[in-house]
């Protein structure tokens, strides 16, 4: 049977006395999106970085491509590609300059700089400065470094993070082709509808244990209890009930006394479910 | 090599915009270049502008180039997306070291003509000026290693490479001070330099190097074990 991508088996690890991560079990499969969510503070980079061998951890597995992540050699580390959120940028070089530090480390020809370029929409600043990049154009070259090396297995922490939602789409789109060529990303995330977008699989963590685990489908559907009908009266105000057995009886009561304007349906979703898991909203 | 050759390669194009290491570089090799043709007092030792700015090139521009390249690597976050894509500690050290050291003796070059260095005592200055770089470069990777921040490192090495590089100006004027001076290395390579006619270095002017050398590398090792590379 092929090795998962990546895989995880009860992993802790405590800062002093603080644990951020208790038992962190789960598989990546190949060519899928999966995607890490939590708060900011739940321990999402702290995983990434057991999880590629930049720290260690107290106990447990983690394992990519096979291979237990603590072991992993400088060759093993150009089959996978690492962005994450505070990879610095070389300022006062461009962009291309940028990349060929790297493409260097890699072995990655011209073309194939001039291609990752292509790929995040920055040919056309291939010549200017770093300093002088939009924080969207600054991710984006932090994707191409990526990109450029053409790995199996991206590791991508919080990619679109304070982006506007134009620039966060175009990232989205380079993740959906990426997962088409059967790369397997795996995705850290606070933002639930970036989740819900391109995830097959989801990790909800919160205080360093996992509260959720499954495709972002499923775990709706697991809290279909709060599933609502939401209506809007004739006089201006709204009713809000749960969306079940009885449900119909006060509708039609409703419409037959001609009260009822208009009738929505609101479903679960990943951001209602880890409120009612924790408590919290995601997008903290 | 790649490794050492991609950090290499991007020293090169970062120092050439990064004005402020640049000028380290130039500086020295300047001035002395200007005060030697321009300052002619009657009695003053020969070369004497050209052998005191070589001393104090070798206590600065090593030292804070070393710190100020590691300190703003580590607080820019560029260091650490290197050692994930797999360039070894070492093999950064060694990068920003060798080039370094480079530009340090294209800049001692400068010195070397100044001097009118030939044969033997030609020899005797190449490797005094080179070991004095290396030393030198010793401290600013421990600096730059041990600081959190760029402010940080120029806190520390400011103080330390002023200490350093103008104490042997400083022994011409004061008994106490050359004392006390003679403990450095600096000291000894300028006392070299002046004696490099001679083409002689004493046994403890090797000595006082050497335990230079000793206390430099306890000291970056040190640094590097309490806060490693990132």
Same mark, same amino acid.
């Given at each position: 049977m092929e090795a998962a991508a990546i895989s995880a088996s009860n992993i802790v690890k405590s800062f002093g006395s603080k644990r951020? +991560?208790? /038992?962190i079990s789960f598989t990546v499969r190949r060519g899928q999106i999966f995607g890490l969510l /939590?708060? !900011?503070?739940?321990?999402k980079t702290t995983l990434i970085k057991i999880l590629t061998g930049q720290l260690d951890r107290n106990a447990g597995t983690a394992e990519i491509n096979g291979l237990d992540a603590d072991k992993l050699t400088g060759e093993d580390n150009k089959k996978f590609g690492i962005m994450m959120d505070n990879f610095g940028i070389y300022e006062r070089l461009n962009c291309y300059e940028n990349l060929k530090i790297f493409a260097e480390i890699y072995g990655v020809k011209k073309d194939g700089i001039l291609n990752a370029l292509k790929k995040v929409g920055l040919e056309n600043a $291939? $010549? &200017? !400065?770093?300093? $002088? +990049?939009s924080k969207g154009m600054r991710s984006r070259l932090r994707l191409a470094r990526v990109f450029m090396i053409d790995p199996d297995i991206l590791f991508l922490d919080?990619? &679109? !993070? /304070? +982006?506007d939602p134009a620039t966060a789409d175009e990232i989205h789109k380079i993740m959906l082709a990426e997962k088409g060529k059967g790369k397997t990303i795996f995705l850290t995330t606070h933002t639930m509808s970036e989740a819900e977008k391109l995830c097959n699989d989801i990790v909800m963590i919160n205080e360093g244990k996992i509260v959720e685990h499954g495709s972002p489908q499923e775990i709706c559907r697991r809290y279909n209890h709060q599933r609502m009908l939401k209506i809007h009266l004739s006089d201006g105000s709204d009713i809000q009930f749960p969306?079940?057995?009885?449900a119909s009886d006060k509708v039609a009561e409703l419409i037959k006394n001609g009260r009822a304007e208009t009738i929505h349906t609101t479903e679960p979703n990943l951001e209602t479910v880890f409120m009612e898991l924790t408590g919290k909203e995601l997008a903290v | 090599m790649k490794n050492i050759k991609a950090v290499f390669m991007k020293q090169i194009l970062d120092t050439i915009k990064n004005k402020t290491v640049f000028i380290q570089f130039l500086m020295f090799p300047i001035i002395a270049v200007i005060m030697e043709n321009a300052v002619k007092i009657e009695d003053m030792p020969e070369h004497f502008f050209a052998k005191l700015f070589a001393v104090m090139f070798i206590g600065m521009s090593p030292l804070s180039c070393m710190s100020a390249i590691i300190s703003e690597e580590k607080e820019k976050n560029t260091l650490r997306a290197l050692m994930m894509s797999s360039v070894k500690p070492w093999q950064y050290l060694v990068s920003v070291g060798a080039y370094i050291f480079i530009m340090c003796m294209v800049g001692m070059s400068v010195f070397a003509v100044l001097c009118e260095h030939k044969g033997k005592a030609l020899t005797i200055f190449i490797f005094c000026t080179a070991f004095g770089i290396i030393l030198s470069e010793l401290a600013g990777a421990a600096i730059g290693i041990f600081s959190k921040n760029q402010m940080a490192a120029t806190s520390l090495t400011l103080p330390i490479m002023m200490i350093f590089s103008f104490s042997p100006m400083l022994s011409m004027f004061n008994e106490t001070i050359k004392k006390i001076a003679g403990i450095t290395y600096l000291q000894q390579i300028s006392n070299i330099l002046n004696g490099i006619v001679m083409s002689e270095i004493s046994a403890k002017s090797v000595v006082i190097i050497a335990a230079n050398f000793a206390v430099g590398l306890v000291l970056f090792t040190a640094a590097y074990k309490k806060k490693g590379l990132e």
């Open positions: 951020v +991560l208790d /038992g /939590g708060p !900011s503070g739940a321990g $291939k $010549k &200017t !400065s770093a300093a $002088k +990049l919080e990619p &679109t !993070s /304070g +982006l969306h079940n057995e009885n | -």
